[in-house]
């Protein structure tokens, strides 16, 4: 299958700081690329669509000048959390996906977890 | 917008046992219902996918089944070994978004 490739898998920032987080379609363009958020033992929730050359679409409830996306090529969108918080710690996974046969299939990215001290 | 529930939140199986998870969706226009396996710090995972014009798939110790009718599909197991332990979400998809069940903890003890 498709490969996307997240990084960095792990990361510690201290608080007020930023932090930018990569997901590549290492072997197909993505023009769409989408970003989870996933607390412990619970599901992922989708926070904001990633559209290559425009602006990125927001779930409701998440701050978008919190969680700034830029979606430059079509194998590359960043996530960049800012003024990074303790409630922000989390983890955060990239997925983009692929046209099929009649479907879409979801290739995801390692995750990134999300540590704010 | 999509909603899927997803049942149960946490299941304990036998080893050797089946296990059934369930779903349900509420957008009668979504035509694809992947599930996917997520092991504890990884990546979900697709395990099986169905499409809206079929009613059931099987692969090895794996199926799912689709009822369009009233908008459920579910995840069968048989034979569980301790490797299925893991959080199994379904998802609903209509075009390239999908929305995912909030997941089920599939303990399958030795």
């Known amino acids: 299958g498709a490969v996307v490739s997240q990084h960095p898998s792990w990361v510690i920032c201290k608080s007020g700081t930023s932090v930018k987080i990569e997901c590549r379609s290492l072997d197909f363009q993505a023009t769409t690329m989408f970003w989870y958020r996933q607390f412990p033992k619970q599901s992922l929730m989708l926070m904001a669509t990633s559209n290559e050359g425009s602006k990125a679409t927001y779930e409701q409830g998440v701050e978008k000048d919190k969680f700034l996306i830029n979606h430059a090529s079509l194998t590359l969108s960043t996530l960049t959390v800012t003024s990074a918080h303790p409630e922000d710690s989390s983890f955060y996974i990239c997925s983009a996906p692929q046209q099929g046969l009649g479907n879409t299939e979801a290739f995801f990215g390692q995750g990134t977890r999300l540590t704010v001290v | 917008g999509e909603n899927v529930e997803q049942h149960p939140s946490t299941l304990s199986v036998q080893e050797g046992d089946s296990a059934v998870i369930k779903c349900t969706y509420s957008d009668s226009a979504s035509n694809y219902f992947p599930w996917y396996k997520q092991e504890l710090g990884k990546r979900p995972q697709l395990i099986i996918d169905?499409?809206?014009?079929?009613g059931e798939k099987k692969d090895q110790r794996i199926a799912v089944t689709l009822n369009k009718t009233a908008k459920h599909f579910s995840l069968h197991i048989t034979e569980t070994q301790p490797e299925d332990s893991a959080v199994y979400f379904c998802a609903a998809s209509r075009g390239s978004t999908l929305t995912f069940g909030k997941g089920t903890m599939l303990l399958v003890s030795p």
């Open positions: 169905i499409r809206s014009n079929v």
